[in-house]
């Protein structure tokens, strides 16, 4: 099973997906590909698989990847078959993904739920951007003008959940997964009398 | 929101909406318009509208009906217009509901979520349609053969309930309605500010 989760930037979306697969085993999040160098801590095959540029651009040209994107200047994408072999494996993939990996994952026909974070208002996003405390005014607007924007594709997602408090969110999210686990996809796996019958 | 329950004779529908309806209070079955007449202890509004032949065919002609189908020379029919003004009042919509009608509902293209009980295997489906012990062993391999012919149908719903205890039953079909609330058609009528955004 893939769940793809977004939200505009201060949503709070890492704590939430931390909180998820520390809660569920049987849940990976998903790794990519770039063209990036490793920095240090960093793991070949844990955090990113770290591949060469030419490597990338043919992984492209073969249509490997569910989602690709340039983010100043690195690639970073998401091996179709990597997915697949971890779903394979009997372990639903998590993605840590934003509006332009959905349209892409969505336009390959990629299955899955898409969820779609929301702050309770522009307020309080207003307020979490500001929390950060690292940026000045005219970087702060700016992050809010894009957080704005961002908003505006919640229309492209299935699912929205409002991360007012974490544990509503966890417990929202892990119903999605759980009726996700109820589609006829997903159960009519287990039920090879059924799947045969005629 | 809407909910389409079927399942195969003998699977246990009955018990399973029955108990869902008890549980939640914000869910109400869906009345049907028959043109029937009433049982003794049948209440006109309550149990179905009772309605003339002239009347329900002035509605199948106007499209008022949701799906409607002839059982044994009577008709029996779901307005649209019920249905919208029990959503309107804030209430879930539960129908139990056959093959039939899930094709129509889903050729009027209603929204709403289309779940199908199984039973865990045909042994069990078929040990349940002995348990009633009302009818010869002619007219059980009649129903048997009816209830294997309706489960050639699981391909057209959503999801698939395997209904083993009815308590996990219950617990699986109350999974798929809260997670059909935080789909964003229902999400967005809660949060005016993001569905005006732009």
């Known amino acids: 099973m893939r769940i793809f989760i977004s939200g505009p930037s201060g949503v709070g979306k890492s704590s939430v997906i931390k909180e998820i697969l520390k809660r569920k085993p049987d849940t990976v999040l998903s790794v990519s590909y770039t063209t990036r160098a490793p920095r240090p801590g960093e793991h070949d095959g844990t955090d990113y698989f770290f591949v060469s540029r030419d490597t990338f651009e043919e992984m492209i040209e073969k249509g490997s990847f569910l989602e690709w994107a340039n983010v100043h200047g690195h690639l970073y994408g998401t091996s179709l078959a990597w997915v697949e072999s971890r779903e394979a494996d009997g372990f639903n993939v998590l993605f840590d993904i934003d509006v332009q990996g959905v349209i892409q994952a969505k336009a390959q026909g990629s299955k ?20 950060r405390g690292t ?20 229309t492209i997602y299935d699912y929205l959940v409002v991360n007012d408090s974490l544990e509503k969110t966890i417990e929202d999210v892990s119903t999605i997964m759980e009726a996700q686990g109820l589609l006829k996809e997903e159960v009519i796996r287990k039920l090879p009398w059924l799947s045969t019958i005629a």
């Not at 307020?123 to 929390?131: I, V």
């Open 112 to 131: 899955g739920c898409f969820i779609f974070l929301v702050p309770p208002d522009m307020e309080e996003l207003s307020r979490r951007l500001n929390g």
């Open 135 to 154: 940026e000045d005014t005219r970087q702060l607007a700016l992050r809010l003008e894009n957080a704005r924007h961002e908003l505006t594709y919640w």
